[in-house]
Nanobody, 124 residues
């Protein structure tokens, strides 16, 4: 069983920064592709970023490219999302996800495990 727990969300002004963390339990973490998704009210869950199990391959949604950075520390069993230059349109619940097999994926159904989400609110 894999459990994912996000933290680090909050309220920030436009242009500010936040760092989200996702602590994982279970032996699967070190071999899993990890991803971040977000869901704003009334919208579908959307891909934000993903990172390979070794951390050498990353991918980002166009809307966050150049502003967000995904990273992982397999020793700490944690994945991070550094968010800079935040915009009001980044406001959403952010979810951490793990894909137990297969390579990189940017669609939510490809990920088997999900955290409970953390709220990020960016004020203008």
């Amino acid at each position: 069983q894999v459990q994912l727990v996000e933290s680090g969300g909050g309220l920030v002004q436009a242009g500010g920064s936040l760092r989200l963390s996702c602590a994982a339990s279970g032996r699967i973490f070190s071999t899993s592709v990890m991803g971040w998704f977000r869901q704003a009210p009334g919208k579908e869950r959307e891909f934000v970023a993903a990172i390979s199990w070794g951390g050498s391959i990353t991918s980002y949604a166009d809307s966050v490219k150049g502003r967000f950075t995904i990273s992982r520390d397999n020793a700490k069993i944690t994945v991070y999302l550094q968010m800079n230059s935040l915009k009001p349109e980044d406001t959403a619940v952010y979810y951490c996800a793990a894909r137990k097999s297969g390579g990189y994926a940017s669609t939510a159904p490809a990920y088997e495990y999900w955290g409970q989400g953390t709220q990020v609110t960016v004020s203008s």
